[in-house]
DNA sequence: GTCACGATTAGACTCAGTCCAGATCATGGT
DNA sequence: ACCATGATCTGGACTGAGTCTAATCGTGAC
């Protein structure tokens, strides 16, 4: 979880991202936290102490990062799309008053039952999202 | 499945609904195909023949029937929200290419090892999408 | 007929996300 | 050092889903 900022170059790297300054502070912002956070919340972090990354280079970098893999996205707010340093197989917990997500490790969960794929199809992965409510 | 207008006036009242003249249009959209539909294929649908319904009904009309559990919300493409006329516990398979939703039904469909909930959460439901491509 | 009240409406508005054309930056060759 | 080149970044215009508002409509009670 302690990401420095060189060893998210070379993970940079390892993807094929150029690291440029603004790209490390966005996935630093991402990875140092370990959070599923929107672009908005991106735009304000890397932002906070003083202004040097534009809402259209979080926006492309974000989508470079998706294209390349070093993170994902989770759809289950219809407002916003949340961005996901953890590209491990697994699933969600939803807090449905609060808007909170919470990962759940995909070893150890099992789904049984699933009828077959249509011909000709073939499974990109399975979502599973746990919504709770605070009681 | 073929629904009549008039079984759907009942349903409406049954879920403590005012049938209008709109909220039957738009119930007949989504259940007589008994599809996911996004809210512009409702307003296309709907005013297919002669416009008779305003975008702004049709949003009140699918917010109301969701409140009222009359159908509910697939959330899976951060574009835009799909309303689904099948409210009992089921599950999705998502063709990430095309954008179509298939049902699963949840009855034979079994998740085993979910961590416990935080203390002093309550389930309120638990989604799966299968996400697949055409191959 | 008039009144009340729920429903519908056009159109302005919001907000996430995209697009574009110009500026800036990094790199490598001379 | 100097320039050329391509990649990156940027402000601001734009798009499209969804919401809001204030005016109008429809219906039933009186
Ligand atoms: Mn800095
Ligand atoms: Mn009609
Ligand atoms: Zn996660
Ligand atoms: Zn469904």
Known sequence: ??????????QLRRHDINPTHQRIEI??????????LSADQV??????????TSKATVYNTLNLFLEKKL??????D?????????????????????GELADIDAAGVEVHG?????????????DIIVRVRSR
Chains 1, 2 share one sequence.
């Open 71 to 76: 993170i994902r996205e989770v759809i289950v």
């Open 114 to 126: 699933l009828p077959p794929l249509p011909d000709g199809m073939v499974t990109e992965g399975v």
């Open 43 to 52: 735009l304000a972090i890397v932002n906070d102490r003083h202004s040097e």
């Open 78 to 98: 219809p407002n916003k799309v949340f961005y996901d340093p953890n590209t491990e197989p697994h699933h969600h917990f939803y807090n449905v008053d609060t």
């Open 27 to 36: 996935a630093f912002a991402l990875y140092s936290r370990g959070e599923h």
């Open 1 to 10: 979880m302690p990401y420095t900022r060189d060893q998210l170059v070379e």
